[in-house]
């Protein structure tokens, strides 16, 4: 089992910035693809971005491309997601999953990810 915490979420004005930090704890974090994912209200949840069990290779939704970065620390557990210029049409909750690497990947399907954090709410405003 692997533990999953987000956190870092808020209400921000558009243009901003919010870093979100995801916990892990229970396995060896660096066994594991890392993404985060978003949902909205009233929307199925979309693929944010992901980044490799090594921090070698990172993806991202176009939506995203450019404005998010995320990053990870396998000596502290955590992973991060860097929010710059945010929109409103980011407003959502995030959130972080794991999925145990050694095979295929499809970095953008929710089904990949066997783990899931509790998600974090980012508000975008006007």
């Known amino acids: 089992q692997v533990q999953l915490v987000e956190s870092g979420g808020g209400l921000v004005q558009a243009g901003g910035s919010l870093r979100l930090s995801c916990a892990a704890s229970g396995r060896t974090f660096s066994n594991y693809n890392m993404g985060w994912f978003r949902q909205a209200p009233g929307k199925e949840r979309e693929f944010v971005a992901a980044i490799r069990w090594s921090g070698g290779s990172t993806y991202y939704a176009d939506s995203v491309k450019g404005r998010f970065t995320i990053s990870r620390d396998n000596a502290k557990n955590l992973v991060y997601l860097q929010m710059n210029s945010l929109k409103l049409e980011d407003t959502a909750v995030y959130y972080c999953?794991?999925?145990?690497?050694?095979?295929?990947?499809?970095?953008?399907?929710?089904?990949?990810?066997?783990?899931w954090g509790q998600g974090t709410q980012v508000t975008v405003s006007s």
């Open positions: 999953a794991a999925e145990p690497r050694g095979g295929g990947w499809a970095v953008g399907t929710p089904t990949e990810y066997d783990y």
